[in-house]
């Protein structure tokens, strides 16, 4: 049963991570454990269109297909750059700018080191958007033949956080169009002499994961370099792109690396061109692969915290939850991304329904235990029961027992002269006696027949020193029977006594019955033959056995009777002795 609820359970969880409902929590818990700022490269620099470009020329559109060409110009005479990646889109010919686009044209086809951006109205609603051609927004014709082109569309994730980048897209005219930052990379490598690396593998849909370096790159003013005020040094030999940096463009994104930190388009780019230098590209691991290692991880979580102690269980969820975390941030680091939330928060939630269940069922296991115990066992005995449940069996165990019987010589004769009130009034005052000298020797009350107490010791929970135990009920028993006595014969003119008889050896103790009627008890020959030690046993004695006197030593003063009293199944040369007293000793 407990197998068939695990692996319910586990279906549970397994479920509720294929469904998606977990992926944008995952995707945030994600970003804040793999994306880590480090130094952004220094072979890139953003010439930025920022607050004090736009406050000297004006709005963007009114001078930038006039003033792009000054700056490339500019750059080129006198540190050239390796490559010029200009961020926006000049697409269409105006015949308001005809001349700046000729010359615009006409400069970049000079250096030949531009990169012009396109882009296409792709609806990442479709079904499968990737793998369709799309219309073509790209630079006006001598611009698109002057410079290397790539596509500048930014992927937002369903919560509108950028995690990926589209490798390349498929347009009319052209075919597939790689984007800004793989060109511009690419065109790089060519200027450095270097061969590329390979494009980073994809998913179906083109995209793939982008680690992010930086939040920002270094950036110099637009205007700066356009009035010739910048240092030339920052961009020779460099990457540069060319975009917009300032508030209310539109060219801010959210962004994996932090969320509430509004990224430029320009440095999104930036990123993934130092992506593609550093060639890091980690890449998801199957979904069925990780909702399989899920289930696995769920179910046998539940079957170990059904069955393991607190404390194991606590450490056992803390390993998983944050081993886990490590584990996924080393497979990251080779490359290899995971689901970070499902494993954590599956066995989190497995832990604490575990840790609740377990409450209820050690509750009611206390419960059954006090209930049960509470009639035949003293507080002290029923409180280390409540504390350690696991070490009751009370499904019948052997065990070694020291058994005690006693009961009244001459109750018989009482009873016929007394009233039935009369006599069920001496009748509980004996067997309070009985079980207050049971009790308070850490006794276990097995049962009332008539006017016989039965009582052992060492179960249901081992102890020390059971014989000694017993023995000092006993002899309180006949102790406190000459007050009660005394009592009965001034009130009633009859004379009673105890007949006590203890026998130490093996027996079954257990919860024995029917359905309908179980008594916790103890069944054998041990308890048998303190049956009849007590059945022979005088008023006023205690009829011990030879294994009894064994335990005790030294410890008891005893009388010897050999082989004198005959016990109805017993051999001839069964030894009985007489206790008188005990030493004085420390009780458990």
């Known amino acids: 049963m407990k197998f068939f609820v695990a692996f319910v ?21 994600s970003d804040r454990l793999y994306q880590s700022p480090h130094a952004a490269s220094s072979n890139i620099v953003v010439v930025g269109i920022d607050s004090k470009t736009l406050s000297k020329l004006g709005p963007l559109s009114s001078w930038i297909r006039r003033d792009i060409s000054k700056v490339i110009e500019q750059m080129n005479s006198t540190a050239p750059p390796a490559v010029i990646g200009i961020d926006f889109l000049f697409s269409g010919e105006n015949q308001d700018t005809i001349d700046d686009d000729k010359n615009f044209a006409a400069v970049a086809a000079k250096y030949k080191n531009v990169v012009t951006a396109s882009a296409a109205a792709v609806d990442e609603n479709d079904d499968d958007p990737w793998n369709k051609i799309w219309p073509w927004d790209s630079p006006f014709p001598a611009l698109l033949q002057a410079t290397d082109n790539g596509h500048i569309f930014i992927p937002c994730d369903a919560d509108g956080i950028v995690r990926r980048q589209l490798l390349f897209i498929n347009v009319e005219e052209r075919g597939r169009i790689y984007s800004f930052a793989r060109v511009i990379y690419e065109k790089w490598c060519r200027a450095e002499k270097i061969s590329p690396s390979p494009p980073p593998p994809t998913e179906s849909n083109g995209l793939f994961y982008l ?6 790159f270094p950036v110099i003013s637009f205007l700066d370099v356009l009035e010739d005020k910048a240092d030339a040094e920052l961009y020779r030999g460099k990457i540069v792109l060319i975009g917009a940096v300032a508030p209310g463009t539109g060219e801010d994104f959210s962004t994996a690396l932090d969320h509430s930190f509004p990224m430029y388009g320009v440095d999104i780019h930036a990123n993934a061109i130092q992506a593609f230098q550093e060639n890091f590209f980690p890449r998801e691991v199957g979904k069925i692969f990780q909702l399989t290692i899920l289930f696995l991880v769920s179910f046998a979580s539940i079957i170990f915290f059904r069955a393991g102690k607190m404390q194991s269980v606590l450490t056992v969820w803390l390993i998983i939850f944050f081993g886990w975390l490590v584990l996924c941030k080393i497979f990251y680091l080779n490359e290899i991304i995971f689901h970070v939330v499902w494993i954590p928060l599956a066995v989190s939630i497995l832990f604490v329904g575990s840790v609740t269940t377990n409450y209820f069922r050690e509750r009611d296991e206390k419960s059954s235990i006090a209930e049960t115990f509470g009639r035949y066992v003293d507080p002290t005995i029923i409180n280390q029961l409540l504390s350690r449940p696991e070490a009751l069996n009370v499904g019948g165990a ?72 017993a023995c000092r009920a006993a002899l309180d028993m006949i102790k406190g029977s000459e007050k009660l006595r005394a009592e009965i014969k001034n009130r009633c003119g009859c004379e009673i006594s105890f007949g006590v008889g203890v026998h130490w050896g093996a027996a079954v103790v257990g919860n024995i019955g029917s359905p309908y009627r179980m008594d916790y008890t ?9 049956a009849r030690l007590e059945a022979n046993a005088p008023g006023g004695k205690i009829f011990i056995s030879r294994a009894v006197a ?21 051999r001839d040369d069964f030894e009985v002795l007489i206790l008188n007293s005990l030493n004085e000793t420390q009780e458990e």
């Open 9 to 29: 359970l586990a279906a549970l969880m397994t479920a509720t991570a294929a469904s998606g409902c977990l992926d944008d929590f995952d995707a945030k818990i």
């Open 211 to 216: 680690p992010f370096a930086a939040k920002n």
């Open 398 to 469: 052997l065990k070694d027992i020291a058994v005690l019987f006693v009961d009244i010589r001459g109750f018989t004769t009482l009873s016929e002269k007394l009233s039935a009130p009369v006599v069920v009034e001496i009748l509980n005052q004996y067997l309070t006696l009985t079980t207050e000298c049971i009790r308070r020797h850490h006794g276990t009350l097995d049962k009332f027949v008539g006017d016989c107490t039965m009582a052992f010791w060492n179960a249901p929970l081992p102890q020390k020193n059971p014989v000694e135990l």
């Open 522 to 530: 103890a069944i054998g020959d041990t308890v048998n033959t303190a």
């Open 550 to 570: 064994d335990v005790l030593g030294s410890q008891a003063s005893v009388t010897s009777l050999g082989n004198s009293v005959k016990l109805k199944g017993k």
